[in-house]
């Protein structure tokens, strides 16, 4: 038995070294799409208050990457999914890093060209860029609110510029909620409960990367606190509800603070809001 055994390694070994090559290969380019790929997350979320079809495109924490030269991929998959507003929630570039700034300015300059670009900073980006940016294109809402209307469907986008939070803070010292229109938050950091005491239709945010490294079913392995956060029931990336209220939260497009990406590809966000 032994010798038959022997014999049959004897012939597989010739096949050895391609069995290893081709594994190691395959696993680097898991890596590889994995933490530069990037995909579309679709979100498709139905209310009263919207009477026509409105695609919005969130970007977040890009953290000064580059899809390509001058981010084309990036913009290029924009452009393709011709958003009727884009928003961008903070962290798409590191305070201190000018190249980085410079990409993303430029980013932003573009995007502006196929619809009007909303802005909230992070704690990693400065929010005086945004607001030297400001034309009639592309906005920097400091705590303010704008109306907007997609055909006959009229929003009421609130933005805040929070990167840190106190135990006191609620939102309705700052703003009084339509309830005329549809409403929308635009938030770095996902505060859930402040928000859902807020009651906007729809809060959007990033910040938490989805954790970098998730595994299927147990979802993110490890945040700030603690490891697999989310078994707890509260997302690091995805949606949370709470009544008619939402909170999307999105894992970005950057690779901070490790350059890898598991189960979590860097994503574009398309929320379509439809009629129901």
Do not use: W
Request: hydrophobic share 40%; with cysteine; proline share 4%.
């Amino acid at each position: 038995m032994r010798k038959m055994e022997a014999i049959r390694l004897h012939k597989l070994a010739p096949f050895l070294p391609v069995v290893k090559l081709t594994a190691i290969l395959s696993l680097l380019l898991f890596y590889l799409i994995g933490t530069y790929g990037i995909t579309i997350k679709r979100v498709k979320i139905r209310s009263v208050k919207v009477n026509n079809e409105v695609n919005i495109v969130q970007l977040t924490d890009l953290h000064g990457a580059s899809f390509y030269k001058d981010n084309d991929v990036l913009y290029s998959h924009i452009e393709s999914l011709d958003p009727d507003f884009i928003v961008i929630t903070g962290d798409m570039y590191t305070k201190g890093d000018e190249a980085a700034e410079c990409r993303v300015i430029r980013l932003i300059e573009r995007l502006s060209g196929i619809c009007a670009v909303f802005i909230v900073n992070g704690e990693h980006d400065d929010p005086d860029t945004y607001r030297l940016m400001e034309s009639s294109h592309i906005e920097f809402l400091d705590y303010e609110s704008k109306l907007i209307t997609v055909d006959r469907t009229v929003i009421r986008l609130y933005g805040i510029t929070n990167v840190y939070f106190s135990d006191t803070f609620d939102l309705r010292n700052a703003f009084l909620l339509d309830d005329n229109h549809y409403t929308i938050l635009l938030a770095h950091i996902p505060n859930i409960d402040a928000y859902f005491r807020f009651g906007t239709d729809l809060t959007i945010c990033g910040d938490t990367h989805g954790g970098m490294i998730r595994f299927p079913l147990l979802g993110a392995i490890y945040n700030k606190e603690c490891l697999f956060p989310e078994l707890d029931g509260r997302p690091l990336k995805g949606i949370a509800e709470c009544g008619n209220s939402k909170v999307f939260i999105s894992s970005g497009l950057g690779n901070y603070p490790i350059p890898m990406r598991l189960f979590n590809s860097p994503e574009i966000v398309f929320i379509t809001l439809i009629p129901e």
